[in-house]
């Protein structure tokens, strides 16, 4: 599985890919199979994102899993004090092992 993510341009938020907008939970990317680049270089040209690209995710019941470490944890926010990290959609997303 493939998906998008970038930053946010005016706020920096890390968002991801949704199909046809952007979101700041990983839960809601999709899988962008062989069209990423394509959609990362889209989006960036319109001045959507800032610095777009692709990576390998594997799916889960709780929406795609980031496979590096880097990208997981753009995907749930600080690794030492919880209590600061993201709010997504899954309640149980904090307890994914980083």
């Given at each position: 599985m493939k998906i998008v993510t970038g930053n946010d341009l005016?706020?920096?938020?890390v968002?991801?890919?949704t199909g046809s907008d952007w979101s700041r939970h990983v839960a809601d990317a999709v899988d962008v199979g062989e069209q990423g680049e394509a959609i990362a270089a889209q989006e960036e040209?319109?001045?959507r994102v800032n610095t777009p690209y692709?990576?390998?995710?594997?799916?889960?019941?709780?929406?795609?899993?980031?496979?590096h470490?880097?990208?997981?944890i753009r995907a749930v926010g600080?690794?030492?004090r919880?209590?600061?990290a993201l709010a997504p959609a899954d309640p149980d997303a904090g307890s994914w092992t980083i």
């Open positions: 005016p706020t920096g938020d968002i991801w890919w040209a319109a001045r692709v990576i390998e995710a594997t799916p889960t019941a709780e929406g795609p899993r980031p496979a470490i880097k990208d997981r600080p690794t030492v919880m209590d600061l």
